[in-house]
């Protein structure tokens, strides 16, 4: 039988966006069933894949020392999925070779220097590619912009909706950090996210507090966004709360007044699609993939003045107040549009092409 391999080691950090791809991917193309080839997953803890999926998989035991050229996986695969554009593990024969571009953000944030290391190791990619998917028509685009790329066939496939089930919280003892109405954002506080302009914003929004879940351990934090803090004395309206699990991410969307999400750089953008899914009025940047994503019933911030934002979100909240089941409709449809199973069986068409 044919055999998929599946470089999939960063599902180790479910708290990261290629490890949420990874682990949604997987899931969906268990559901899927398929018989037909199987799949092989590169992973460090082959142990709890096993628990979960059983036989239904094969697996490989990923090893560091992967990435070096001498030490590359010997094994002749019939399809090579590289499931992100930053992976070193590349397979050691010349095989059919599925790449994922999630983004090129590294153009903006490593170096533009086409002969910068991060850069020559994305072109290898693309010239070994025998196909190339993209998580956005916006990811398709801007690689076509800085880089050329081989006349193979491309695809966009979008990701799904991590949120498929709205969990029971009746039984948790999860206690609000505010009990005023709070505006919410989920992801990586870093420099690219933006959120110090929400923390400007909030002083021209007096009735609301903010309420920022995720990753804090960036520099980020303690610089722009403590001395954001200080200087528009926002911080009794402002609450960092850390990585939260999923019972507390649903619960903060669930309660939240809005949805906000000011970020420069997204190949994608998943906490959107999740706040839409409650139903939820969504404030996004109108920047890379966002409006792409976001669609017609998001509101949007053409720039990151203070002012200007906060009348953007009443206008908005008063948009969505007076149009409220139009627009709650409109957001879980679209929410729900986003889906893993679909975007599974599209990935397997793909591998299909190739075997």
């Not at 153009?107 to 910068?116: K, Q």
């Not at 926002?234 to 019972?247: D, F, L, Q, S, Y």
Request: net charge positive; charged share 25%.
């Amino acid at each position: 039988m044919k055999n998929v391999f599946l470089e999939s080691h960063n599902i180790k950090n479910q708290f990261n966006g290629f490890g949420q791809f990874n682990h949604h991917l997987i899931k969906g193309l268990y559901n899927a069933e398929i018989s037909d080839f199987k799949i092989t997953l590169n992973a460090k803890d082959t142990s709890a894949l096993k628990k979960e999926f059983g036989d239904y998989y094969n697996y490989n035991k990923y090893k560091s020392l992967s990435r070096k050229p001498l030490f590359r996986i010997r094994k002749k695969y019939d399809v090579w999925h590289c499931l992100n554009q930053n992976i070193k593990v590349e397979p050691y024969h010349n095989i059919p070779y599925v790449l994922t571009v999630h983004d090129v953000n590294f153009i903006d944030e490593v170096s533009n220097d086409l002969n910068h290391e991060t850069n020559k190791r994305f072109i290898e990619k693309l010239n070994r590619s025998s196909a190339i998917t993209y998580i956005s028509e916006f990811a398709k685009a801007s690689t076509h912009k800085y880089f050329k790329v081989p006349k193979v066939p491309e695809y966009v496939i979008y990701n799904g909706n991590p949120i498929k089930a709205l969990l029971d919280l009746s039984q948790t003892n999860i206690k609000p950090v505010t009990k005023r109405p709070y505006l919410f954002f989920i992801g990586g506080l870093t420099k690219r996210k933006n959120v110090h302009t929400l923390v400007q914003m909030l002083e021209h929004l007096p009735d609301y507090d903010l309420v920022l879940a995720g990753d804090d351990s960036d520099n980020y934090v303690k610089t722009i966004l403590a001395k954001t803090l200080k200087q528009t004395k926002t911080n009794n309206r402002v609450h960092c709360i850390g990585k939260v699990n999923a019972e507390e991410k649903q619960y903060y969307l669930q309660h939240c007044a809005a949805f906000v999400f000011p970020s420069l750089l997204e190949g994608f953008g998943i906490p959107p699609i999740e706040a839409m899914r409650f139903g939820k009025p969504v404030f996004l940047s109108n920047l890379t993939s966002l409006p792409e994503i976001g669609g017609d019933y998001a509101f949007y911030w053409d720039n990151f003045e203070p002012k200007y934002m906060a009348e953007v979100f009443k206008k908005g909240m008063h948009t969505f107040e007076t149009n409220k089941a139009t627009y709650e409709k409109a957001y879980i449809e679209r929410a729900i549009s986003f889906n893993w199973d679909k975007a599974a069986l599209e990935y397997a068409a793909v591998y299909r092409s190739l075997l």
